[in-house]
Nanobody, 119 residues
Framework: EVQLQASGGGLVQAGGSLRLSCAVS????????MSWIRQVPGKEREVVSC?????????YADSVKGRFTVSSDSNTENEVFLQMNSLKPEDTAVYYC???????????WGQGTQVTVSS
């Protein structure tokens, strides 16, 4: 069974930091592109970051570049982190971790974790 367990969300004041975790099981980690995607009710999903499986490079949305950083657990390589610094109220959203691969195509989502940034 494939599981992506996102955690670490919460309430923080503007300027603060949070670290989200995504524990991944049931897939071969290196076969998948790992993304953090956020959703605000009534708005389109935004891809916050996406780490390529081919070369390990990470894309960051312009809205978070320089403030958010993705890393993974170097020991087990089955956990992905999103370090979020200098948080802004507009970062408030439900954050999901996502694992996707093609040929064959598979797309897995975690349950989401709420991040609320107060002004």
């Amino acid at each position: 069974e494939v599981q992506l367990q996102a955690s670490g969300g919460g309430l923080v004041q503007a300027g603060g930091s949070l670290r989200l975790s995504c524990a991944v099981s049931g897939i071969t980690f290196d076969d998948y592109a790992m993304s953090w995607i956020r959703q605000v009710p009534g708005k389109e999903r935004e891809v916050v970051s996406c780490t390529s499986k081919s070369d390990g490079s990470t894309y960051y949305a312009d809205s978070v570049k320089g403030r958010f950083t993705v890393s993974s657990d170097s020991n087990t390589e089955n956990e992905v982190f999103l370090q979020m610094n200098s948080l802004k109220p507009e970062d408030t959203a439900v954050y999901y971790c996502n694992a996707e691969r093609g040929d064959p195509w598979y797309d897995y989502w975690g349950q989401g974790t709420q991040v609320t940034v107060s002004s």
